[in-house]
């Protein structure tokens, strides 16, 4: 049976609700958020010394980008596993690490394709956002550009809003990148607003103690030995926003496509509920 009731919930029920599942399978979540971070974490250590130098990155960023692209790649494992994890600790009680481990990596590569086409559409908005930040600022109208470019601002926030669900997309149904986005793009018509203020409360409680740590880090230790320690430190808080992303998932689910009444129909009728995955 699974653990937490399926239904519609309000942003902060919501949150609530992710925070009772987090609570109840964090052993499990936290293990994959471990496991996939690691090589992350191993090359700062790695490479420590270069990454601390601010003067040598600029000469050679080689260092840089390949930590990058590596971190990239930790979060999209992450991600993966992460969603098959929490879904099925939502939609049936019990998580398997294996099978979570399973089946996210035959997804890794749709995974990669669909955060990239996410990060090609949010780029492409933060671009529009420079080049009409430079265009009036060179037509020095102040007036306009403190008008228009909120609502600029807001274009890249609004796009953040509309995929966020991508991943999960990808890896619950089953579907390609192309696929996946046009799906997102359907669950999340017409409720910017309540992704808004559900995603908000866990960025916010995300960065907030990412920033503690920050401040922490870079006060009282070396630059190499903070970024070191910031990125172990982000490991056990990583899976809450994976949590919220997955169930405000199924929540746009039950709002548009009626999916708690389909449990409840097949739990009625003696059929096994619905894996998110397979």
Known sequence: ???????????????????????????????????????????????????????RLASNPGPLIMVGLVAALCVAV???????????????????????????????????????????????????IAILAAFVTVLKMPIIFVLIVPLAVWAVIYVILRTFAIIAVVVVENTGPNVAMGRTLHLTKSCAAHIFFSLGLAFFLYFVFSGIISALGVTLLTPSTAGIIGAVLIIPIYPLLTVVSTMLYYDLRIRKEGFDLEIMARELGNAPAPLPAT
């Open 78 to 128: 992450c991600d993966a596993v992460l969603t098959i994890a929490v879904s099925d600790g939502y939609l049936t009680g019990d998580v398997d690490l294996n099978r979570a481990f399973n089946a996210g990596m035959r997804r890794i590569i749709s995974v990669l394709l669909a955060a990239f086409f996410r990060g090609l559409l949010v780029g492409a908005a933060a671009g529009l």
């Open 1 to 55: 049976m699974p653990p937490i009731e399926i239904r519609p919930r309000r942003a902060t029920e919501l949150v609530d609700a992710s925070f009772q599942l987090l609570r109840r399978y964090y052993p499990q979540f936290v293990t994959v958020s471990a496991i996939a971070m690691a090589p992350g974490v191993l090359l700062r250590i790695v490479m420590r010394e270069e990454m601390s130098d601010p003067q």
